[in-house]
């Protein structure tokens, strides 16, 4: 079973995993045993703190083995290997590929040549499926559900791929409604709104006008390796800002959440807030992800 979208998520799977990474999360030693004498591959094209790290974890906490590599240039793809031939290999060492790539479809193509499971963690603007499942998950600890629930995704909705999942996973429930918030040339594109099963509604980047009426406000970076012009990045850089003042208006049982890395977008003083989840939803990564393998090697979704 591969993982290369959230559009292909049940809500049966995915209740499935939460209820899995709370047990995890309630006894990490839960897991102990359950992935002995498998190997995991992380095959990470492309940098990442968060997603390789908690994988890493993840699939050691389980007992695989793990392998792999954080660059391009750790590979023999700096040699000039095509991306199919290095995927091969793995395939031949590993009984599951976690792939990075900075290219849309990648994650696709993996799954074309491997014959074991891949699970795409970001390729390129396109998807980071299991960052999706981080943040619902991270949503039900918080408010012991997702449906009925207003949502606002703000910051840059054109090439951050984690909020593509996340539009995509919200399919599989009920959200109250959903606001989408950012600079014009960083609005959702609109091959991703028409994939959707419910209506977003788009507002400007300044979110004054709904933010009291707010549960869930989920913030991205500008995505700066995504621009293709340094000039368009710079217009749009700086463009929306979360302040404690703003953050002190959600409802107060509201939470803000932001898959990381961060840059400027939000001040560090809200970090004080209990409404900042952020940190918490990084954390989650491990007993989630721990699910999400556990999963894969037990009878799927």
Not at 33 to 49: C, M
Not at 72 to 78: C, R, V
Not at 249 to 254: C, I, S, V, Y
């Amino acid at each position: 079973m591969d993982i290369l979208s959230s559009l292909g998520l049940g809500r049966s799977y995915l209740e499935k995993i939460f209820s899995d990474a709370k047990s995890f999360k309630a006894d990490i030693s839960a897991g102990k045993g359950i992935l002995d004498g498998k190997v995991i591959a992380l095959a990470f094209f492309e940098p990442s703190t968060r997603t390789y790290t908690s994988f890493d974890v993840a699939a050691k906490r389980l007992g695989a083995s793990v392998i792999g590599f954080r660059s391009q240039e750790d590979t023999s793809m700096a040699k000039g290997e095509t991306l199919s031939d290095t995927i091969r290999m793995l395939d031949g060492y590993a009984d599951c590929i976690a792939i990075r790539h900075r290219y849309d479809g990648a994650a696709k193509l993996a799954a074309e040549v491997a014959k074991n499971p891949v699970i795409n963690c970001g390729d390129g603007r396109n998807e980071h499926p299991t960052q999706s499942i981080v943040d619902l998950y991270t949503i039900v600890e918080s408010f012991g559900r997702i449906d009925g629930l207003t949502y606002c995704l703000m910051g840059d909705l054109r090439y951050s791929r984690t909020t593509n999942s996340l539009l995509y996973a919200l399919g599989q429930f009920k959200p109250k409604a959903v606001y989408l918030s950012s600079p014009d040339q960083l609005a959702a594109r609109s091959e991703v709104i028409d994939k959707l099963g419910f209506k977003c509604k788009k507002i400007d980047y300044d979110i004054d006008s709904v933010i009291e009426e707010v549960d869930v406000l989920y913030v991205t970076r500008i995505q700066k390796e995504r621009f293709a012009d340094e000039t368009e990045y710079k217009k749009a850089k700086g463009s929306y800002y979360i302040n404690e003042d703003l953050v002190a208006r959600m409802k107060p049982e509201g939470i803000l959440m932001h898959p990381l890395p961060r840059i400027d977008e939000i001040d560090r003083r809200v970090d004080r807030s209990k409404k900042a989840m952020y940190f918490e939803e990084a954390n989650n990564g491990v007993p989630v992800r721990m699910a999400i393998l556990k999963r894969m090697f037990d009878g799927g979704r």
